[in-house]
């Protein structure tokens, strides 16, 4: 059986990918990628929610704690958009398109904060 963490994981990937697929059948990919990203987004506060909060706190100051949530949303964004931006270049366009970068961008958000943290995740 698939554990609650990886649940949680995949969770913000399919919802970035659903919201921003379905919104751009309405409206132009770039935005449809805006929002499914911040749809993702909450993705990696359930991410961080696996640490072991108590060593965390003991070995992050509050500063580095917040480049790291700064870290994982500039991942989100810059590869989500950055993705975007390649598919638009390559003339490709659509929901599956949008789902794809919003997915990937997200992704890669959880994956920058789990390499920073690896050693507090429970």
């Known amino acids: 059986m698939v554990g609650r963490r990886t649940l949680e994981f995949a969770v913000g990937i399919v919802a970035a990918a659903v919201v921003s697929g379905g919104l751009s059948l309405y409206v132009a990919m770039p935005y449809a990628l805006a929002v499914g990203l911040a749809a993702g987004t909450p993705s990696l506060i359930r991410t961080s929610t696996r640490l072991d909060r108590d060593a965390y706190d003991a ?32 003339g490709i366009t659509g929901p599956v398109a ?19 943290n690896r050693e507090h995740l429970g």
């Open 59 to 90: 070995a992050k100051s509050s500063t580095e704690q917040v480049v790291d949530g700064a870290l994982a949303a500039g991942a989100t964004a810059a590869v989500g958009l950055g993705g975007g931006y390649a598919v638009l270049s390559a």
């Open 98 to 116: 949008s789902a794809v970068a919003a997915a990937v961008g997200v992704f890669a958000g959880q994956a920058t904060f789990y390499a920073r």
